[in-house]
Each structure stands twice: as C-alpha cells, then as structure tokens.
C-alpha cells in the first residue's frame, strides 16, 4: 500500500483532518453464522482515497489482487478447488440490474415503481428454485431494491465464477453509497465477486451528512421493527436481527465538519488468502477459527 502512497491510520476519518489516501487493516466481529466461507471474526483491509470515486476504487482491487497473486504464485491464472481462475485484465463490469435480467429475465427497472409487481414477478420467476424461507424474505421486502438484491443473491452470486465487479446497487441496501450521478434509486457502489463469493466492497463515498442521517435513522427503523417481530415470534437470539443498532452521532459529525469527496473499500483478506493458496474453507487460514459447539 505505501508503494501507491497509502498511510496507514488507526481511523478512517482522518480524511477529514486532511489525510487524503489512508488505510487500516483489522480484525472485524459480525454477528452472523459460521461456514466454510464466513466466520464471525475476520481480517479485512479498509481504504480510503480523497478526489476519486468508485471507479478508482475498481482499479486499487484489481492492482492489489494481482499484485498478491504474483507475489504468492508468481502467475495470474490460479486453480481454486478444481476451476480455473483468470486474474489477467480487464475484469468483468456488469450491473446488478443487467445481471438479474440476464439470469432470470426480469428487468427490475420497469418495476420499480410497483413493489407487488415486482415480487409477484421474482416469485413467479424463481419458485421452482427458492426454498420456503426464500420465497418468504422476498414477501418480506419492503422496497424494489431489496428484492433485486435478493434475486440477485439467490441466482446470480453463485455463478460469478471469474472476476466479476458487480456495479450500481440499490440506494435501499447501500446506506453509505452516494446516489449515482446518472441512475436514480441506484448508488456508485460495486462489489467484486470471484468463485461465486464476495471478496471486497466498495463505494463513492456519501459525504452530505444531512442525507447520511436520514438514511441512518431509516436503516435504524427498519432494523428495530424486524427485531420487534422477531422477538415477537419468540425468536429472540437465534440470528442477527436481535441486537441492538444506535446513531452513530461521531461520524456524523465528522461529516459535518466536512469530509472531501472521496471513495472506500473493504477487502476480505481471509477470502484473498483462501483463493490464492486453493484453500476449501476460512477456518484453514485462521489462526484461532471459531467452531460450532459439538
């Protein structure tokens, strides 16, 4: 990273005070289930450029990817667990709508504006393949964007077996995203896929804190009304929607004081290290894995 004039900090939001290009690598707890490709603590590499966008942020994954694998196998084409991976460039770039479209023939944008059109449409289009839970997540949706997320997680994810940088998200499930300049209800974020798994995150950073609050306060409230329900139901404690979310008020201050244009992404380090040594599972490059109680 110092090669391409990164700093390491303990925070990102020293861009703020004036740190342009800036990095952090840690460990990060979630609180979600453990298989051989998620455990609830792992090592990611957060970075943060100041006067870009997006785009450059595809560009920093592709040289840093590339770049380990030619330090740990001297070659860009890779074996991972039987299928051949080709890290040479240029990278897939598709859309998430034009993705689904492809895979199921729906284009969500005709829909946008009718939410049970849409999840009629996706139903129809995927029962033959979505278990019962499946079928009733997409019921659940609130918006159109969740449901092309959820589409899209269901069918396509799996398929991206090549180097694939997924673009141009729904505003509802990307709450730190900047709206896209050319697109309404999408946002400037991308997510690169390789071997049917997410290996990194990234986005235009949203830097109006007026809107950063409401989306905040809305991701908030949708939160606490599925955790009502599910404690309701009696499922308190059996997932990830039972613990409690608050206003991150430093942040938002942060950006009030005023936080340069600027884009971010996170990558899975865990995730890197399992494809460039063809590990099958996380728990083989982690040194102390969480284990499921016997």
């Not at 770039?93 to 049970?116: N, P």
């Amino acid at each position: 990273m110092e090669e391409l004039a990164f700093i390491e900090v303990e925070t990102p939001v020293l861009q703020v005070g004036g740190f342009e290009k800036v990095y952090e690598i840690g460990r990060i707890f979630r609180n979600e289930g453990i298989s051989t490709r998620h455990n609830p603590e792992f090592t990611s590499i957060e970075v943060y450029e100041a006067y870009t966008d997006y785009e450059s942020m595809i560009n920093l994954a592709e040289e840093l990817v590339i770049r380990c694998a030619l330090a740990v196998n001297g070659k860009l084409s890779l074996d991972y667990q039987g299928t051949q991976i080709s890290l040479e460039r240029p990278w897939r770039r598709e859309s998430m709508h034009d993705l689904v479209k492809e895979a199921t023939g729906i284009d969500f944008r005709d829909l946008q504006h009718d939410l049970q059109a849409a999840k009629k449409a996706a139903i129809d289009a995927l029962s033959a393949s979505l278990e019962k839970q499946d079928i009733q997540d997409i019921e659940d949706c609130p918006s159109v964007g969740h449901i092309l997320n959820k589409v899209f997680e269901n069918t396509v994810e799996k398929t991206l077996l090549q180097p694939t940088f997924v673009t141009d998200y729904p505003l509802e499930v990307s709450p730190l995203a900047k709206p896209h300049r050319r697109h309404a209800k999408l946002t400037e974020r991308f997510e690169l896929f390789i071997c049917g798994r997410e290996l990194a995150n990234a986005f235009s950073e949203l830097t109006d804190p007026i809107d950063q609050r409401t989306r905040f306060e809305a991701q908030i409230k949708q939160h606490n009304e599925a955790r009502m329900a599910s404690n309701s139901d009696g499922k308190e404690g059996q997932d990830d929607g039972t613990y409690e979310v608050t206003l991150d008020e430093d942040f938002l201050t942060a950006l009030e004081y005023g936080m340069p244009p600027a884009a971010g992404m996170g990558l899975g380090i865990d995730r890197l290290v399992m494809l460039l040594t063809d590990s099958p599972s996380i728990r083989d490059v982690i040194a102390f894995p969480v284990l499921k109680s016997q």
